[in-house]
C-alpha cells in the first residue's frame, strides 16, 4: 500500500488551479510529483494529467543542470 502523499510545496498557477509538489511511493520508489490540480464540481481539489513524475534519486542531477 502506498503511503499518503505528502505535499511539500503548493502555489497558484492561475486563479483557479494550483501547483503542488507532493513526495510519495510509486513501484516501490520514492517519487516527486509536480502536478497541477483544480477544484471539481463538489469543490474538492483534484489532480489533473498536466505535471511530471520522477524518482526522489533523480532530484540532485536535476538541480546540477539547471545550474550550469
Same mark, same amino acid.
Given at each position: 500500500?502506498?503511503?499518503? @502523499? ?8 492561475? /486563479? ?13 520508489? @520514492? ?34 543542470? /539547471?545550474?550550469?
Amino acid at each position: 500500500m502506498n503511503p499518503e @502523499p505528502r505535499v511539500v510545496y503548493a502555489f497558484a498557477k492561475n /486563479s483557479r488551479d494550483e501547483v503542488r509538489a507532493t513526495l510519495t511511493e510509486y513501484g516501490g520508489h @520514492p517519487v516527486v510529483d509536480l502536478r497541477v490540480w483544480v477544484d471539481g464540481p463538489d469543490d474538492k481539489s483534484r489532480p489533473t494529467r498536466k505535471g511530471l513524475t520522477l524518482r526522489v534519486e533523480f532530484l540532485p542531477e536535476l538541480r546540477r543542470r /539547471s545550474r550550469g
